[in-house]
């Protein structure tokens, strides 16, 4: 549970990635681990997407004194913190194989703050009780920059097939609070500060520690 994660969006392949960009970022102060992850349900059309799409994410885990580098033509790098409240969910002892990527932001910066109730107490807190199969932790963070996107929900899956274990969820959230049209189904899905920047999952491809 390192204090920040440094992602990488690109549209290379695994092996290129390995070889040609992880050694430069790992040799950045401050990074403990690399990940790189495979897009497992890329140009999704069931959730909106403000940002550009791509094929493979690269996950640092970085402490407190690292600085964001410098990304090199095709790359587009994001550096986020953790928040002072705590993940939800489980720790279930096995390896994290897959991922789903949240990324939003509140449409007024002075939304912020709403905006996190409502992912923490809300939104989030059913979906960690849901108990949904795969589903492990759902940490939160925050950009470092306080721009757009402003905030990332990890949620780590000990399952590499993520897109599966993703569809498995709402209807098991419906059990527990109602059908989507219900005011309950509602409120949970959506708040008036929301805007979806990304949403999707990821397969595990390789990992390097520092």
Partial sequence: MTPGLYLEMSEVSGDEYAETRVPDVLTHGGVARATWWENACRDRTD??????EFSLLGVYEVGGAF??????DGITGQYFVRTPRPGQGCLTGRPTLGLML?????RRPEQAQALRDWA?????RHIAEAGVPGYSMITPYENVTGGDPR??????????????????????VSDRIGQPGTAA????????ELRIM???????VGERPA
Wanted: negative net charge.
């Fill in 67 to 72: 600085t964001a580098p410098s990304t090199p």
């Fill in 120 to 124: 923490d107490f809300v939104h989030i």
């Fill in 185 to 192: 189904w509602d409120a949970w899905a959506n708040t008036p």
């Fill in 198 to 204: 990304y949403v999707n999952t990821f397969r595990r």
């Fill in 102 to 106: 949240v990324l939003i932001s509140p």
């Fill in 151 to 172: 905030f990332m929900h990890f949620y780590e899956m000990d399952t590499d097939d993520a897109e599966g274990a993703f569809r498995t969820m709402t209807p098991l």
């Fill in 47 to 52: 959730l909106p997407r403000k940002l550009p």
